[in-house]
């Protein structure tokens, strides 16, 4: 029986009459305009098998907090238990500062709100949800803070409010060897957000934190040990950047926009008291913000870094505390982002990518030979730097440093020497696409406008170029059989790209629809066509040899996703609310009851397709799907951030499949490499791209 929509569209059978019917029920003109179809991510890739040294930088690295003029971000990664366990990688970045992040039996990846924290345990390959990744999710949650403990094995992390008694806005004490949780603070009672936390040194039972409720901050010092409060100060409309414990006088420090303050405490009738006392800059000037705070080990002297470029050092409080010396350490452009102290002297990162090391006389460290240097210039903002841990304490000389591109270094500040740790990348990824014949190779665009190949078995940038600003962002693109690349733009443009090994200079710049943009790019499995959707609806075919247009056919809505018939004759093209096939060779649309009963997609990205009606039953609004090129997998993801696997073709709401949610928002795009041995998962909310190894059909299904 033939049915009709309003547009005229036929649905031959009662499938086809059901996928439309899909089609309107979870991709209606309201819900998709609140849909973001292209993915902003960063990536996820195998980390490799030195993940004992790496873990031992990274706990030094733990303990530094990452502060900015608007946002507040925080390394925190623990080294494995075992050599087993979770092969892959995960980087994260924020809006403001951008961080990676590791890895194995245990991850904890802390982030600039809104973001997930993560602990993976080994071995999670036995038929486990979903995929096979390494085990289980022991908890997914919104994280705006983390602190370590200074003597014990313990954690504590700010939970961001959530809608439910379980996810309300929490701090927890947890053990980082056992993953048990030791104490929970302030359940109900910390309004919307717990932005920073401080472990006490001198009081090692004492947790301060900072908490927002009814557009207040408030500063509250917690015995974790008994979970109650022992003070709680009103500070007012104040955004809070640092927060740090006096190591020898019981004071707490408290530095934001626009506010720095001491806070002496104390005690009355047998409670505690505290005493603020705000910081008088006076006659040095005074900065926006104060972003960092450090204190030197053996006298408590205070430091506070801020949005000048200032390291200022502050006298005793007589009568209050006052700055009585003003380094202009990082001030082109200004900034001061991380202050790492040792026994020796201390060391200082800015926004203007200069490392430098200072004595406890505030002078740069004396150089005592040739090749010894006391600045080390990264080129890139810096946001964090920690001291490796030797026999002798933290050292001077030998320094992890997080930049804002997601870049991990190790500095030797002795000879300058720098050695990447972890590859980043300096924006938000927009799309992403595999290599069709190179197992290893992604192909990823960013608000960088660079086009970037990836080894995601090494994690090296193969190759790297970059998209005029002209030209508007990189936000659809594909890989070629021959290794071609298409790149889709906003400003209407396509700029096709010679194959990566012949240089991967631009060959062609195709003109398809200035007014609307490019929102999807797909090549013919020979990959002499390419197809462009552009967003007023169109899909346009281009020779790619010749690089003329051959035709221009209408959609109604913006193609989304596509996928080619095996001999390139038939694409099938998903919009935002309809499931179209386009005759390549008479250059028009057909319908379904015209197709040939053998005809065969090499691809099955559509998730309004015959093969992939079953995936729409389970909950939550599909977002995503891909077939393994070899085996009988289809990979979906919906909108609530959950992965599953089925087996192909997926025709059943009823169908078995392994799910995981490990993305805590929307996957926007999910891509097989080309031997199916890795999938992987873009986040749209999170910013994530995750690498999943995936095992036979046998042992998942």
């Known amino acids: 029986m033939t049915q009709k929509n309003q547009a005229g569209a036929q649905y031959i059978s009662s499938t086809e009459w059901k996928l439309k019917r899909l089609c309107q029920r979870h991709y209606g003109d309201k819900a998709l305009k609140q849909r973001r179809l292209t993915a902003h991510y960063s990536c996820a890739q195998r980390w490799g098998t030195k993940a004992s040294d790496v873990g031992t930088m990274c706990i030094a690295l733990s303990a530094t907090r990452l502060s900015s003029t608007h946002h507040r971000s925080w390394f925190f990664t623990i080294s494995p238990l075992n050599n087993k366990g979770f092969t892959q990688s995960i980087f994260r970045r924020s809006n403001g500062a951008k961080q990676p992040f590791l890895y194995s039996c245990l991850l904890c990846s802390i982030f600039s709100f809104p973001f ?47 809608r439910t008694d379980v996810s309300c806005a929490q701090i927890r004490v947890w053990n980082h060897t056992t993953l048990q949780t030791v104490a929970v603070l302030g359940r109900g009672c910390l309004g919307n957000n717990v932005y920073a936390l401080a472990f006490g040194t001198r009081e090692p039972d004492w947790i301060a934190s900072i908490h927002e409720s009814r557009k207040q901050t408030w500063l509250t010092i917690w015995n974790w040990q008994t979970s109650n409060s022992l ?53 040095h000037p005074q900065p926006r913000a104060v972003l960092c705070i450090a204190f030197s080990p053996a006298t408590g002297r205070t430091m506070t870094g801020d949005s000048t470029g200032n390291i200022c050092v502050w006298s005793l409080p007589v009568p209050t505390y006052q700055a009585e010396r003003c380094i202009a350490a990082h001030t082109d452009p200004a900034g001061v982002f991380s202050l790492q102290t040792t026994s020796y002297g201390f060391v200082s990162g800015g926004k203007d ?7 406890w006389e505030f002078q740069l460290f004396p150089l005592s030979g040739e090749g010894d240097v006391n600045t080390i210039q990264l080129g890139e903002s810096i946001r964090c730097i920690a001291c490796v841990q030797t026999e002798l304490g933290p050292s001077l000389s030998q320094l992890v440093v997080g930049t804002q591109t997601n870049m991990l270094q190790f500095v030797d500040a002795g000879t300058a020497a720098v050695e990447r740790i972890i590859n980043g990348n300096g924006g938000d990824f927009l799309c992403m696409a595999a290599h069709p014949t190179e197992p290893n190779i992604v192909c990823v665009s960013s608000t960088t406008s660079h086009i970037t190949f990836l080894d995601i078995d090494t994690q090296d940038v193969l190759f790297q170029t970059l998209i005029h600003e002209d030209d508007g962002l990189p936000v659809a693109i594909a890989v070629s059989i021959k290794g071609e690349v298409a790149v889709g733009t906003e400003s209407g443009i396509v700029i096709v790209l010679d194959s990566i090994s012949f240089g991967g200079k631009a060959k062609a710049r195709l003109l398809v629809d200035a007014e609307h943009g490019v929102g999807h790019v797909s090549f013919s499995p020979s990959g002499d066509m390419l197809a462009c959707g552009t967003k ?83 909950s ?12 009988p997998l289809l990979a979906a993801a919906n909108d609530q951030g959950q992965i599953s696997l089925y087996r192909y073709p997926c025709l059943s709401g009823k169908a078995e499949a392994r799910m995981q949610m490990l993305h805590t928002g929307g996957v926007a795009s999910l891509v097989f490499s080309c031997d199916g041995r890795v999938l992987l998962s873009a986040g749209d909310a999170d910013n994530t791209l995750m690498v999943w190894t995936v095992s036979s059909v046998q042992s998942v299904l």
């Open 116 to 162: 997930s924290f993560f602990l993976l345990r080994d071995a999670f390959m036995t038929g486990c949800n979903a995929l096979p990744l390494y085990y289980v999710v022991i908890l997914v949650l919104c994280i705006s803070s983390v602190e370590l403990h200074p003597v014990e094995p313990l954690v504590a992390s700010g939970q961001v409010g959530g």
């Open 231 to 283: 003070v709680q100060h009103k500070i007012g409309d104040v955004t809070i950047f640092a927060l740090k414990f006096d190591p020898v006088k019981p004071t707490l420090v408290t530095g934001g926009k626009g506010h720095c303050t001491f806070w002496t405490i104390g005690t009355r009738q047998d409670a505690m008291t505290l005493t603020p006392k705000s910081a008088l800059f006076h006659p």
């Open 353 to 359: 990518g200069v490392i430098k090391v200072w004595s």
């Open 536 to 618: 007023n609806g169109n899909v346009h075919l281009y020779n790619i040899t010749t690089h003329d247009e051959l035709a221009s056919i209408s959609c109604g809505k913006q193609p989304h996703s596509s996928d080619w018939s095996e001999t390139g004759q038939i694409l099938r093209i998903n919009t935002t609310n309809r499931l179209l096939y386009i005759d390549t060779v008479e250059k028009q649309t057909i319908k379904i009851s015209e197709l040939d009963d053998n005809v065969s997609f090499v691809s099955s990205t559509c998730p309004m397709s015959y093969e992939t009606q079953g995936v729409w039953d389970h």
């Open 620 to 631: 939550g609004v599909v977002t995503a799907v891909c077939r393994s090129p070899t085996e």
